[in-house]
């Protein structure tokens, strides 16, 4: 029973921050690479961040990358977004995945991953 709970999201105005947390359960943690990815209504699921399994390595995505910043405690289980200088653009339901056989993430695809969590609104508006 592998599970992953993402939770941090809200209303945030443009230029406002927020962090995300994705805390997992039910498997071995430290040995996958987790991903962030988000879906805005009317798009498909779109990589946004991941990180090693060791938390050594980072990905972005390129309309993220300076902004956002993936990290990981592998003590609580937990991977962290931290999300500054949010626009209009960053609107979506952001979910968190394990990758499913590897401890690196060197591209942002959704068909690499698994064991999804259930996904948290994020809404960037004035």
């Known amino acids: 029973q592998l599970q992953l709970v993402e939770s941090g999201g809200g209303l945030v105005q443009p230029g406002g921050s927020l962090r995300l947390s994705c805390t997992a359960s039910?498997?071995?943690?430290?040995?996958?690479?987790i991903g962030w990815f988000r879906q805005a209504p009317g798009k498909e699921r779109e990589g946004v961040s991941c990180?090693?399994?060791?938390?050594?390595?980072?990905n972005y995505a390129d309309s993220v990358k300076g902004r956002f910043t993936i990290s990981r405690d592998n003590a609580k289980d937990t991977v962290y977004m931290q999300m500054n200088s949010l626009k209009s653009e960053d609107t979506a339901v952001y979910y968190c995945?394990?990758?499913?056989?590897?401890?690196?993430?060197?591209?942002?695809?959704?068909?690499?991953?698994?064991?999804w969590g259930q996904g948290t609104q994020v809404t960037v508006s004035s």
């Open positions: 995945a394990a990758h499913r056989w590897a401890g690196w993430c060197t591209r942002l695809d959704a068909a690499d991953f698994d064991s």
């Open positions: 990180i090693d399994s060791s938390g050594g390595s980072t």
């Open positions: 039910g498997f071995t943690f430290d040995y996958y690479a």
